[in-house]
């Protein structure tokens, strides 16, 4: 070896490690990711698609027992000590400064925003008419990235997003008998609030790790939630039975801290286009789960505005490439 190759060894090995991709989709120097890397990214992005499309159900569940703002904040403060001690454990160093705007705009979204509007949209709203509202919720986010980031997506895109949105808007004007409700506001502003979260974490999981966005969002949250939480119990119901304390473990555990974890860790192996393709059997999986778990009935329209949902993500998740 020459002075000169034992000068340029060490470049090599950071040019050559410097190519793995944020999804992890390549190996160091370029090369494909092993098979089963990718089979077991697969395996866990299903996970969390699956753990994400019991949520509806759980959250019903909870409020057989819990008062609204009460399961709300417990499965956000639940769900914080959860996180912070997994970041401590971990020794996660604390986000930079420039980031702590970006989590809070997560921590509204995500950690407050979301489960709040669509736990009080499911006090008069059955699960299946929810999760048909919020399978939305791909190509809204898509818009708030767009918006955000200033990309020009295509027409295709553009028309795809607007059909999708022109079938549930339909679809809930029908069930409601002519007119939104009160359940379908909450939901539809619970659609724009999320996408902005979910948006602004994928900006920020460029430079954090995905799981660390969402324990620290919650993180923020935490002294809100616990302060929500005293106040509510003071005022609702708090009944714990069987399937509301299933709906709230669930909720906190399974559904915001785990199921991301695991979402997260699959998008990683597979990359984000292959992962958002396993999620478009999300608002379908929950209209099983209602069936079989909550007794609805499911009126005609549901599965069909679901599976016409469904066909518009894929339609622009084709498009945005």
């Known amino acids: 070896m020459t002075a000169q190759d034992s000068a340029t060894r060490p470049q090599r090995i950071a040019v050559a490690e410097a190519t793995t991709t944020p999804e992890g989709t390549t190996a160091p120097g370029g090369a494909p990711a092993p098979h089963g890397s990718r089979r077991t990214g697969t395996v866990l992005a299903a996970l969390g698609v699956t753990a994400f499309s019991l949520t509806f159900p759980a959250t019903a569940w909870g409020l057989e027992g819990i008062g609204p703002w009460s399961l709300v904040t417990l499965r956000g403060a639940l769900s914080a000590l959860i996180a912070g001690g997994c970041l401590l454990a971990l020794r996660v160093p604390v986000p930079h400064r420039r980031h702590w705007a970006g989590l809070a705009v ?18 008069t709203s059955t699960t299946a008419h929810a999760a048909v509202v919020v399978g939305l919720l791909p190509l809204t986010t898509a818009v708030f990235s767009a918006l955000r980031t200033g990309a020009r997506p295509s027409r295709t895109f553009w028309a795809a997003a607007l059909a999708g949105a022109a079938a549930v808007i339909a679809f809930t004007v029908q069930q409601s008998g002519g007119a939104l409700s009160a359940a379908d506001l909450y939901l539809f502003g619970a659609l724009l609030i999320c996408a902005a979260g979910y948006t602004e974490g994928g900006r920020l999981a460029r430079e954090m790790p995905g799981w660390q966005v969402i324990g620290w969002g919650l993180l923020l949250c935490l002294p809100l939630n616990l302060l929500g939480a005293a106040l509510a119990l003071q005022h ?64 005609v329209a549901a599965p069909l505005t679901a599976a016409a949902v469904l066909v518009c993500i894929a339609v622009t998740q084709r498009a945005r490439g």
């Not at 997560?106 to 006090?123: M, S, W």
């Not at 069936?291 to 499911?298: A, N």
């Open 106 to 123: 997560v921590g509204a979204g995500v950690v407050v925003g979301f489960p709040l509007l669509t736990t009080l949209a499911l006090q």
């Open 236 to 299: 609702e119901s708090f009944r714990l039975t069987g399937h509301s304390t299933a709906g709230l473990l669930y909720s906190a555990i399974g559904s915001q801290f785990l199921g991301l974890v695991v979402w997260y860790r699959g998008m990683a192996a597979i990359g984000v286009p292959k992962a958002s393709q396993l999620q478009l059997a999300q608002p379908l999986l929950t209209l099983v789960w209602s069936v079989f778990l909550l007794g609805e009935h499911l009126p």
